[in-house]
């Protein structure tokens, strides 16, 4: 489908989530944060103006978007009636936000990639949304998830636990669909490969010889968020960001970044692993857990558990 077809058949994201019985006000908080993604997009525009050499005459300290991303987001979800805390990579600790009844809990990436900004290179926003307080296994207390792709287009891609779906940002601020249920294949032919190659472990490096040797090519751009996409919507692949010799967990955050991308992936029939345990099934023990991932398709996942296991 096209995205002048998309558009006129405006199939919109409340009318979407309705259609497929998400909980109203699910459906209300994924729509609130989807329409955050706009505003959030205006500033990464707004600062590349001035990284275009037009620097701030006034002086003023030019938050860091990520800190920008961040108070937009928590401002959004502070009176939105539905959120009662909110858990940011951007803050210490968990915020209470609500009175105390709301029935969600958030995590957020406001800003993930945004080293990549003054690059013009795609950056994202990943949300999970959880029924219970987030330090625990994300398997037990995911309820949706979803991340918001800042590139040409802005596209956002969300689960509530009945399929992923992807959708685009029309020229009326409208997010139509794109695509509905999408099924990942059992294996693709791209490979994004964090970490450097020298402080690879002997397994993982093994299993990146497979990979390659298997005519694997290669795609990573630095930015969890559209190189996850790109598996997505290519609807196969692996990205891995592997334990180091000098960081055994690895650099993705637990809660921040990889839970919700395994929920979603899980959801198009992905995989996520550590290496052993599913990543949903991982205790999450403080905001800064870090783990090793695998995520994509079923049968590279399943090759890197045995490359792992050896
Ligand atoms: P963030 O900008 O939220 O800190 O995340 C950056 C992460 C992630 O986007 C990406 O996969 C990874 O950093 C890239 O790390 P390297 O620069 O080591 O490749
Ligand atoms: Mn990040
Ligand atoms: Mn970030």
Not at 34 to 43: V, W
Not at 245 to 260: A, H, M, T, V, Y
Request: hydrophobic share 40%; net charge negative.
């Amino acid at each position: 489908m096209s995205i002048s077809d998309a558009t006129q058949c405006a199939t919109d994201l409340r009318r979407h989530m309705w259609m497929a019985g998400v909980e109203t006000e699910l459906r209300r908080l994924i729509w609130q944060i989807a329409i955050t993604g706009k505003y959030i997009s205006a500033k990464i525009h707004e600062a590349n103006r001035k990284f275009a050499g037009f620097r701030n005459i006034f002086g003023e300290e030019q938050l860091a978007l990520d800190r920008t991303a961040d108070e937009i987001l928590k401002a959004q979800l502070q009176f939105s009636g539905f959120v009662r805390e909110y858990a940011s990579e951007e803050q210490d600790s968990v915020i209470v936000i609500g009175k105390g009844d709301e029935q969600y809990f958030i995590t957020a990436d406001p800003l993930d990639g945004s080293s990549l900004v003054d690059t013009n290179l795609s950056i994202g926003t990943i949300i999970g949304i959880h029924s219970s307080p987030v330090l625990n296994e994300g398997r037990k207390t995911l309820v949706a998830a979803m991340y918001i792709t800042y590139g040409p287009l802005i596209t956002m891609v969300y689960s509530a636990g009945k399929g992923s779906h992807e959708f685009v940002l029309n020229r009326e601020g409208e997010y139509v669909l794109a695509q509905e249920n999408i099924v990942m294949d059992d294996r693709g032919s791209i490979y994004s490969l964090g970490g450097l190659r020298k402080e690879w472990l002997p397994e993982h490096l093994a299993y990146v010889e497979f990979l390659e040797s298997s005519g694997y090519k290669l795609r990573y751009s630095g930015g969890f968020v559209p190189d996850i996409n790109q598996i997505l919507i290519k609807k196969g692949g692996i990205f891995s960001y592997p334990a180091l010799k000098k960081s055994p967990s690895g650099k993705l955050r637990l809660i921040f970044e990889l839970q919700p991308m395994a929920y979603i992936l899980e959801q198009a029939g992905g995989m996520a692993t550590d290496g052993s345990r599913d990543i949903l099934d991982i205790k999450a023990t403080d905001l800064d857990h870090r783990s090793p991932v695998y995520i994509g398709s079923r049968f590279e996942i399943q090759k890197a558990r045995e490359f792992l296991k050896a």
